[in-house]
């Protein structure tokens, strides 16, 4: 599957973005997807997941603030992203994988989240 992420940007702290992630070449809907980030220095980290069904998990530092969602008519997950902070800037990856625990197979190329304070 050929994953292109897009909606990334600059915001001001506080503000809000929606990243999409627009997958093909595969059935979508068999895929569990996720979102990742990298910031400039740090390792790669877990941002949001989604199941096949819809069940969403978080990484503690955006709970409450991001929600993952998935469109399978539209072949597409979506990050929401609110109350921005600037440690939240990042290259945001989105991923595929067709089964349910293990590594991600497919990855995006990343669009860049910047959050100036």
């Known amino acids: 599957v050929q994953l292109q992420a897009s909606g990334g940007g600059l915001v001001q702290t506080g503000g809000s973005l929606r990243l999409s992630c627009a997958a093909s070449g595969r059935t979508f809907s068999n895929y569990y997807m996720g979102w990742y980030r990298q910031a400039p220095g740090k390792q790669r980290e877990l941002v949001a997941t989604?199941?096949?069904?819809?069940?969403?998990n978080y990484a503690d530092s955006v709970k409450g603030r991001f929600t993952i969602s998935r469109d399978n008519a539209k072949n597409t997950v979506y990050l929401q992203m609110n109350s921005l902070k600037p440690e939240d800037t990042a290259v945001y990856y989105c991923a595929a994988r067709s089964q349910p625990i293990g590594k991600y197979e497919y990855w995006g190329q990343g669009t860049l989240v910047t959050v100036s304070s």
């Open positions: 989604i199941t096949l069904g819809g069940s969403t």
